[in-house]
């Protein structure tokens, strides 16, 4: 038999618990386990349907009156008005396509550039590594908020893809050092070394032999990355330095301290409040979410299959 | 000063259209009370000089930093003016020359007078910070130890020219005249040359240059201590305040009862809100807030409310340059969309009140200055849509479904730029936007990240419609060259009126009006030039100018006029009373020129 026909076996032989629908009833079994997972997934799905439908929900330009300007709690604004009197429920639920799309894309891009860039230099070493961590180094040392700050002055954050993408980029790196320590662990191990052996090529070692590895990882972070991404953003928005919407939450903290007067006066306070029970419900749903993430991604928790 | 809210737009308003401060006396009563309240122009930044013409300088307009007299601000009366180190003044009959006697007795806090020397040297840096050159001022001849005169350029007209150079910061010579070349008067004479001769031309560019130098250099001085002139000298400054105490020299320190000052630091409007409701200041500058804050302000009972007028408006501006807002029926049309009411409501519920008119000046102002009869021929443009709507479709505007789309087709869509940190302008243009959506204009507020950068785009001809201040001051040549000066390609050089057209970007002609308007009246106007024409007028003669540029404003609204400033202010009469409520002049000045005169008594 010769290496290639060896090779050619080898590739043949495909895992059946990854594959198919058996992955989603893993994961389904894996959030139903424990109350706590099924309440994050609740609060994390009704979130992404608030992200997706949220803004069909209202008129494109919500409704104001001058006349009920930060109005108590009601029937009628079941979480107050704003300082022009919109109900800060609509707000928040328009609101949430932006900060919630935002997010997803800086942590999906955190993770994006952190695993390759730490796959990369994890697995050929040498002189990659080096150059790859020198700037990883350098994205990890510079402050990424004074940063973020600074670029807002100079870029327009007008859509998500822009602000997603510049959040990602500024939080990669410790990303990217831990996919590269679980890397080099990993390149040393047998079945990397077996693979090298039978002359697969790196790409499919990288993506096909380590990733999986370091999946579940991966998909932790994503999560944590999330909840990150959000904290960055709507602190941008609270310090007025990207552009107005006034349904962003983290505008909405703005005008509720500095203009409105809720840590002053309770009057206020509902404005304050409800974009922060908004980022509260959220973390909470993420936190309580990722237990379920760690054993979906790592055979090992699967105690039941 | 960005988390400042408003902070900037008081600055802006407070630099332009008033002057403040004081001076004091004392010693009587209970010299050992503790007067708070917090420094208007800025909050305390330890670390800065002790120099008044640094912008965040540690020194103190009417506390510790001194003015030769201290202008009242009415325009029922805009030659009233409090004596601060100047004791009397006088002008020759054609306005051209000032005589100043300065107060017998004024002495600095180390015991020194305070002579005509230090007011030389005030003035010659007067002309390194460019406020000199603004008021005509040519030269400074001293003509005793307390007594100097002033005149103005030589051809200068300036009718402003006393009531500009009484309002000058007074430095210490012995500090500040180290700073200066000695042959500084002339240099400043060499940089007034405005003849046709190349070589003095060049030299007096060489000088103004120098001048110009010399200012940034003078910005960044640090006194090691702390000269002051006024009823308060700097004791101690840390983050939190600034503390001053009575200065036993001061000219008037008979006068005043209050024994020590402090001015606490502030990072926004919100935390002098909190000082305010708590009771912990004395006296509360102008500051914008929402109504819940005032409502909590006035729970305190011994909080007191003190409304004044201001000269200061906000208006909602227009490019001309840009399609459709160079049509003035398009601009007309807009004004009967806009609910001021509403507007003002959300934006500035406290401290302003609706426009009535749109006419290049506040109602307090106008009602000054505008007979019945010229009102009577002005439009107020209140809310009418359905008119707003057939003026529109005149001009060949076409609603589709709730859309309007412009003459081409085009649907129409506007940016209303504001500053960040203005919130003011962020909400009034955030409800003016929801009123022209709402109306079919699809409109947003865009926020510009600093007033600085706001004002360079504006000039720069880069925004279509965007937030202004107008009016300004109770000076009318100061009140309409917010509109037919600069911003509207009008310039005074050399003493001479030049227009620049909007083809030139870089000159910040920025609203582009014709330069020839015809009124209602089939009269034919230059409002450039009638504007210009009142800084050569004393107010008695500028009526006639007056009511034309008004009428001309509303007629062909460059600016839309949102809503005018109030000027509230609190006083707390739990530690002192004897507070100058009554005294409008007074309370467009800072507390320091309150206890000078004698006001504020402790408990």
């Keep these: 038999m010769t290496t290639t026909e060896t090779a050619k076996t080898v ?53 104001i009156d001058p006349n009920n300007i930060y109005a108590p709690l009601s029937w009628k604004y079941p979480l107050g008005t704003d300082f022009e009197g919109t109900s800060n429920l609509a707000l928040i639920i328009t609101g949430a396509r932006y900060v919630l799309l935002a997010a997803a894309l800086g942590a999906l891009f955190t993770v994006i550039f952190g695993t390759v860039l730490g796959l990369i230099a994890g697995y050929f070493i040498g002189w990659s590594d080096s150059v790859i961590m020198r700037i990883t180094d350098f994205f990890l040392t510079v402050p990424s908020f004074p940063l973020l700050v600074v670029l807002s002055t100079v870029w327009n954050f007008g859509h998500p893809l822009a602000m997603g993408f510049i959040l990602g980029i500024t939080s990669w790196g410790g990303m990217a050092r831990a996919v590269r320590s679980q890397t080099l662990s990993l390149r040393e191990r047998g079945f990397i070394e077996a693979a090298r052996g039978l002359g697969l090529s790196p790409f499919y070692i990288l993506f096909r032999e380590i990733l999986p590895n370091v999946s579940s990882y991966i998909g932790m972070n994503l999560l944590t990355s999330i909840t990150g991404c959000i904290y960055a953003e709507v602190g941008l ?40 029970l908004a980022l509260l419900l959220l973390t909470l749903g993420i936190v309580l979410f990722l237990d379920a993430v760690d054993e979906i991604f790592n055979p090992r928790l699967r105690e039941d299959i | ?222 006194p090691k201590t702390s000269l002051s002139a006024g009823p308060f000298v700097l004791k101690r400054l840390n983050p939190g305040e600034a503390y001053l105490v009575k200065n036993k020299y001061f000219y008037a320190a008979n006068k005043v009862k209050v024994g020590s000052v402090s001015l606490r630091n502030y990072t926004g409007n919100q935390q002098i809100w909190n000082y305010l409701i708590a009771g912990q200041l004395d006296a509360t500058p102008f500051t914008s807030m929402p109504t819940n804050i005032l409502k909590n302000a006035l729970n305190k009972k011994t909080n007191q409310k003190v409304v004044t007028p201001t000269y200061v408006a906000a208006a909602l501006a227009f490019n001309q340059k840009y399609y459709p807002y160079g049509n003035t029926n398009v601009r007309k049309a807009l004004a009967y969309v806009i609910d001021r009411k509403a507007v003002q409501k959300v934006a500035e519920p406290v401290v302003g009140t609706p426009s009535r008119y749109t006419d290049g000046m506040t109602d307090s102002a106008a009602s000054q200055w505008i007979d019945d009869s010229v009102r009577s021929k002005m439009d107020a443009y209140n809310l009418d849509l359905n008119k707003a709507a057939s003026i529109l479709k005149k001009e060949g505007f076409k609603k589709k479904g709730d859309k309007w789309y412009l003459p081409d087709g085009k649907p129409w869509s506007m940016d209303i730029n504001v500053v960040n940190g203005f919130s003011d302008w962020i909400q009034g243009g955030k409800v003016i936007a929801s009123q022209l959506t709402k109306f079919g204009i699809e409109a947003k507020p865009t926020i510009v990240s600093s007033f600085a950068q706001y004002q360079a785009d504006m000039a720069a001809q880069k925004y279509a419609v965007g937030f202004w201040l107008d009016s300004l001051s109770p000076n009318m040549y100061t009140a309409f060259a917010r509109i037919y000066g600069t911003p509207d390609g009008y310039n005074v050089l050399n003493g001479k009126l030049v227009y620049y057209d909007q083809k030139d970007k870089t000159k910040g002609n920025w609203i582009g009006l014709p330069q020839t308007l015809k009124l209602s009246t089939g009269k034919k106007v230059n409002p450039g030039e009638l504007t210009y024409q009142l800084n050569q007028m004393k107010p008695e003669q500028q009526k006639d100018n007056v009511q034309t540029l008004a009428l001309a404003t509303n007629e062909y609204v460059p600016m839309i006029e949102i809503w005018d400033y109030t000027h509230v202010q609190f006083v707390n009469t739990s530690r002192f009373n004897n507070f100058p409520v009554k005294d409008e002049g007074l309370m467009n000045n800072m507390p320091g020129v309150w206890m000078s005169q004698g006001y504020v008594t402790p408990k």
């Design chain 1, 237 to 276: 928005f609270f310090l007025g330095v990207v552009p107005f919407h006034v349904n962003n939450w983290g505008v909405m903290l703005n005008m509720a301290v500095f203009s409105a007067g809720a840590m002053s006066s309770p009057d206020a306070l509902p404005y304050l409040l409800s974009p922060l």
């Design chain 2, 1 to 222: 000063m960005k988390v400042i809210k408003r902070l900037p737009i008081l600055m802006l308003i407070a630099l332009l259209a008033i002057s403040l401060t004081a001076c004091g006396g004392s010693t009587s009563g209970n010299s050992n009370a503790k007067f708070t309240t917090v420094y208007y122009y800025h909050p305390i930044s330890p670390g800065a000089p002790k120099n008044p013409y640094n912008a965040t300088g540690n020194s103190f307009t009417s506390f510790d930093t001194m003015q030769l007299a201290w202008s009242a601000i009415l325009a029922s009366d805009p030659n009233k003016f409090y004596p601060g180190l100047a004791r009397s003044w006088s002008e020759s009959s054609d306005g051209t020359k000032a005589t100043i006697t300065l107060q017998p007795d004024a002495k600095w806090s180390n015991g020194k007078p305070v002579t005509a020397n230090d007011i030389k040297t005030s003035l010659a840096i007067a002309f390194t910070q460019g406020t000199a050159q603004s008021f005509s001022l040519g030269s400074v001849k001293v003509l005793s130890q307390k007594k100097l005169e002033l005149s103005q350029v030589p051809g200068g007209t300036y009718k402003m020219f006393l009531h500009d150079a009484l309002q000058q910061t007074v430095v210490p010579d012995s500090q500040y005249g180290k700073l200066l070349p000695k042959d500084i008067w002339s240099i400043i004479e060499q940089s007034q040359y405005t003849g046709s001769d190349k070589g003095k031309a060049a030299q007096a560019k060489k000088a103004q240059d120098k001048l110009t130098q010399l200012g940034k250099s003078i910005t960044q001085y640090a």
């Design chain 1, 11 to 63: 590739k043949a032989f495909k895992p059946n618990i990854y594959q198919g629908h058996s992955f989603w009833r893993a994961a389904w079994r894996a959030i139903t386990r424990k109350v706590s997972r099924v309440i994050g997934f609740l609060i994390i799905v009704m979130f992404t349907l608030m992200a997706i439908v949220g803004p069909y929900l209202y008129p494109k330009e919500l409704p």
